[in-house]
């Protein structure tokens, strides 16, 4: 944390330490780690299932694509259901824990339970957040998540259905995870910060960095009970420094110097209302760049969520990589994501702070490097052949550029709407998150019979088209306005004074 801390400081000096003693770590500076290590920690209870389910279920009788190359130069119809394909004997099966003969099917909705839970709680968390606070929201979702998946092994032991249901009700946990920390970035982070604090919502990159290695090493060092008991510990520890360093804004900070209150709230100036403001809901809804925001988003959630739940099948399956060396490799384009992250959100913070462009053309303009370029990164993905370090790199590429999300559809909610940023991410995510459980019964479709690259081609096609068109509507349609409804009660002559200070 020291490391990450210095890094910060040091390469942003001048914007951490604004309005604070020079010798007092800025409590901002602290709330964006707490950020980032909410998300991480969400994180890896997300994703280590997609890892821990290769460890838990029978293997899968299924030729790779070496044999089938083979059998194809020999004039053999891979498909021939004659063809005698020797099962795994006892030596190669690995002794993880319990086998359980979970279908394809099967695990694509166990897969998915996740984000069906994730819907129930992602809408109305940002109201919930606005209206009672994201501190001990956050906190609780945490720590509930933590017990539901110490609690997985156990549950499997009674069944799949079993297993659904406690990923499903860690889902509705985690959905009001991300509202609720944008209803905190939006009170907490000057405008020209925004950046950097959303990217520190980049933490559940990470998450997924470190989760997949760390699993894989713990599935066949301890069995894959470890792999859900280890990051359970981890997340308990974590609520323990959120409940302690955590207000819900400047103004209710038992420890914050006036210094540095003073100036956030100067900085935020009357774009955050003093009130609980009802959303209005129809006035958002019907808002074309709240649409076009909308779709854009869903386009980065169907990339993000993609390779969430498939790349260790893919790289396990197709590329034919170990269980930890998947797990490894799997992780490396989530490493790019943030890294970039933290980049492409700095620059963007400079071209705001310096008024190099207005902030609708630096959001539009970002899209080419979040949606654009990973989009075209997956259509090199069906041509790049059967090379696999080829397919990782081109993989990694993909993700790495969607890391200049933190410039378009993770903050552009703050820029509609800053009063309802919470319930304006809670809308636009309830929707992406549908692609969190379509897209695992998409994959199992294209690979109930077989698992190789042409097979994974459509899928990947799919996902090109999923990245780049929401990124057109977005540059036809969005903005970065703040909208009329922000203050539904405002007078007509002061919003329309605001809006003069941002331009298309």
């Given at each position: 944390?020291r490391t990450l801390?210095i890094?910060?400081?040091s390469?942003e ?6 309005g ?11 709330i964006?780690?707490m ?6 920690v ?9 890892v821990?389910?290769l ?5 899968v009788?299924?030729?790779n694509q070496?044999?089938?190359?083979l059998l194809?130069?020999?004039?053999t ?9 020797p099962?795994?004997t006892?030596s190669t ?6 086998r359980y ?15 069906y839970g ?5 809408l109305?968390?940002?109201v ?6 994201p501190r001990?929201l956050v906190?609780?979702s ?9 609690l ?20 509705i946990?985690g959905?009001v995870?991300y509202?609720a920390l944008h209803?905190?970035?939006?009170r907490?982070a ?9 990217s ?20 066949e060092?301890f069995?894959?009970s470890f ?5 359970a510990?981890?997340?308990?520890i974590?609520?323990t420094?959120?409940?302690i360093?955590?207000?819900?804004s400047?103004?209710k900070?038992p ?5 540095e209150?003073d100036?956030?709230?100067?900085s935020?100036g009357?774009?955050?209302?003093k009130?609980?403001?009802?959303p ?5 809804v019907?808002?074309?760049?709240f649409l076009a925001?909308l779709v ?9 969520y993609f ?9 396990s399956e197709?590329?034919?990589f170990?269980?930890a060396?998947?797990g490894f490799?799997?992780a490396l384009p ?8 933290f ?6 913070d400079y ?7 207005s902030?609708?053309t630096i ?8 949606h ?7 259509v090199?993905?069906i041509?790049?052949?059967?090379d696999p ?5 081109i993989i990694?590429?993909s ?6 999300s ?6 552009n ?10 319930t304006l991410?809670?809308i636009i995510?309830f929707?992406g998150t ?9 994959v ?16 990947f096609?799919?996902g090109?088209a999923?990245y780049i ?14 909208q009329?409804w922000n203050?539904p009660g405002?007078?007509?002559?002061k ?9 298309y």
């Amino acid at each position: 944390m020291r490391t990450l801390i210095i890094l910060i400081t040091s390469t942003e000096k001048d914007y951490w330490t604004l309005g604070s003693s020079s010798d007092h770590i800025p409590t901002r500076l602290n709330i964006g780690i707490m950020l980032f290590l909410s998300c991480f920690v969400s994180y890896m209870l997300r994703v280590n299932m997609s890892v821990n389910l290769l460890a838990m279920v029978q293997p899968v009788q299924k030729m790779n694509q070496h044999a089938l190359t083979l059998l194809s130069s020999n004039g053999t119809n891979a498909n021939d259901t004659s063809i005698s394909v020797p099962m795994p004997t006892a030596s190669t099966v690995h002794n993880y824990g319990p086998r359980y003969n979970w279908s394809s099917h099967d695990q694509s909705v166990i897969l998915g339970a996740y984000f069906y839970g994730y819907l129930v709680t992602s809408l109305p968390a940002g109201v919930l957040a606005e209206r009672f606070g994201p501190r001990n929201l956050v906190g609780s979702s945490l720590a509930v998540s933590a017990l539901l998946t110490a609690l997985t092994p156990l549950a499997a032991t009674y069944g799949m259905w079993t297993v659904v249901v406690n990923r499903a009700a860690l889902g509705i946990c985690g959905g009001v995870l991300y509202p609720a920390l944008h209803n905190l970035v939006s009170r907490w982070a000057p405008p020209d910060e925004k950046g950097k604090f959303v990217s520190a919502l980049m933490g559940g990159t990470f998450g997924t960095v470190v989760t997949w290695p760390l699993v894989g090493v713990l599935i066949e060092t301890f069995g894959w009970s470890f792999a859900f008991y280890v990051p359970a510990v981890i997340t308990a520890i974590v609520v323990t420094f959120w409940l302690i360093i955590v207000a819900d804004s400047p103004a209710k900070h038992p420890r914050i110097q006036k210094e540095e209150q003073d100036y956030i709230i100067k900085s935020l100036g009357d774009t955050i209302s003093k009130q609980n403001l009802l959303p209005p809901v129809l006035k958002m809804v019907t808002s074309l760049p709240f649409l076009a925001l909308l779709v854009l988003h869903f386009g980065n959630l169907w990339g993000l969520y993609f390779l969430l739940t498939a790349a260790p099948k893919f790289m396990s399956e197709v590329l034919g990589f170990k269980l930890a060396k998947a797990g490894f490799l799997a992780a490396l384009p989530y490493l790019a994501r943030a890294l970039a992250a933290f980049g492409f959100g700095s620059i963007g913070d400079y071209l705001r702070k310096k008024s190099v462009f207005s902030v609708t053309t630096i959001r539009k303009s970002f899209c080419l490097f979040s949606h654009i370029i990973p989009g075209l990164f997956l259509v090199g993905l069906i041509y790049a052949g059967f090379d696999p370090y080829v397919c990782v790199a081109i993989i990694t590429l993909s993700l790495g550029f969607n890391g200049a999300s933190t410039m378009t559809n993770l903050q552009n909610s703050q820029d509609l709407a800053p009063n309802f940023a919470g319930t304006l991410y809670g809308i636009i995510n309830f929707v992406g998150t549908t692609s969190g459980f379509i897209s695992p019964m998409l994959v199992a479709h294209f690979t109930a019979q077989r698992s190789t690259m042409d097979e994974w081609q459509y899928v990947f096609a799919i996902g090109a088209a999923a990245y780049i068109i929401p990124a057109v509507v977005f540059v036809l349609f969005g903005s970065a306005v703040v909208q009329k409804w922000n203050e539904p009660g405002q007078s007509e002559s002061k919003q329309t004074t605001k809006q003069m200070q941002e331009t298309y």
